[in-house]
């Protein structure tokens, strides 16, 4: 009996010595993991805070310069107006044009129209200030000639009547002129054999051409289709859609905007054919104030040395 109670003592006594070292081993582990997570923890709050810091610095940069008046006497009147009020106008057409302008998810302005306004103003040193009141292009721009705004940047195209009212940049983008045609209607004019191309058909034979009202291409249309009828819609998808339904036997717009609708709709490649116009260009420009001619020759002096990041910011946005 007592040998079992001394073999009994003996493996309780045992039992309680590794009881001990088991629990001294999950302290000295709990105390190793919160030594170990801690230097983490202070890392990624002190890369938050630098992150903090590195915004607010970046903020802080995008402040618009508060000059004196002795400064500001140094710069030309047009230019000394804007860095006085310490923003940029500029006249965005209200409807969303992608990828060159729009309204993200989170109500933010996007594109690469914007991504250029915002640098340009960045680099003046003032804020841009952003007038999205007109409801077509032609509305941007007498908006830019009355001094409503001081430019317009929405995917303005060159023309020569605009060029009477505003000044123009040099060039930033280049498209070509293309025609998006209804298959069916196109086969109803006759023997294309007879005509050296599909322009010299519709020009001879082409009854009703669609145009977008308010934009450049009423007046391009014209000039190459003088004789034929116009019917106006209010964007690009209406006019393209209408195209395709037969109310009007073609298109006439960029060919940016029509391959961007015949990739989002591959299907109608079926009733409709694209035509690029090799000899027919589309230019996109900045419509500056006529007032502000200081401002013009600095804007085609930023296009000119800014050049390689605008067509960065295009690419991104796959233009």
Request: aromatic share 8%; proline share 3%.
């Amino acid at each position: 009996m007592i040998r079992s109670y001394g073999r009994l003592c003996i493996l309780l006594l045992f039992m309680l010595t590794i009881g001990l070292i088991l629990s001294s081993c999950t302290s000295v582990s709990r105390d190793a993991v919160s030594t170990i997570a801690s230097p983490q923890t202070e890392t990624a709050q002190s890369r938050a805070a630098e992150t903090d810091i590195t915004a607010a610095k970046a903020a802080k940069g995008r402040e618009p310069r508060v000059y004196t008046a002795e400064e500001l006497e140094g710069y030309p009147e047009d230019i000394r107006d804007i860095l006085s009020s310490g923003k940029l106008r500029i006249g965005l057409k209200v409807e969303d044009s992608y990828p060159f302008f729009y309204t993200d998810e989170e109500g933010l302005l996007r594109g690469s129209d914007v991504e250029l306004a915002n640098d340009i103003a960045l680099k003046l040193g003032v804020k841009p200030e952003y007038i999205r009141t007109a409801t077509s292009f032609d509305e941007v721009i007498d908006q830019v000639s009355s001094g409503e705004v001081d430019v317009g940047i929405s995917k303005l195209s060159i023309t020569l009547e605009r060029a009477k009212r505003v000044l123009f940049s040099d060039a930033y983008l280049h498209f070509k002129q293309a025609l998006l045609i209804n298959r069916l209607q196109l086969a109803e004019l006759g023997q294309k054999g007879e005509y050296p191309d599909v322009l010299t058909l519709l020009q001879q034979r082409g009854t009703q051409i669609g145009i977008v009202q308010g934009t450049s291409y009423v007046g391009f249309t014209h000039e190459l289709f003088p004789t034929q009828e116009q019917t106006a819609y209010k964007n690009t998808s209406e006019l393209f859609d209408h195209v395709r339904q037969g109310e009007v036997i073609a298109a006439v717009y960029d060919a940016f905007e029509i391959s961007r609708y015949l990739n989002q709709n591959p299907a109608y490649s079926l009733d409709l054919q694209y035509v690029q116009l090799e000899d027919q260009d589309d230019d996109i420009a900045i419509a500056v104030d006529p007032r502000r001619m200081h401002l013009h020759q600095w804007i085609n002096t930023y296009l000119h040395m800014q050049e390689k990041n605008i067509q960065r910011w295009l690419e991104n946005y796959g233009i």
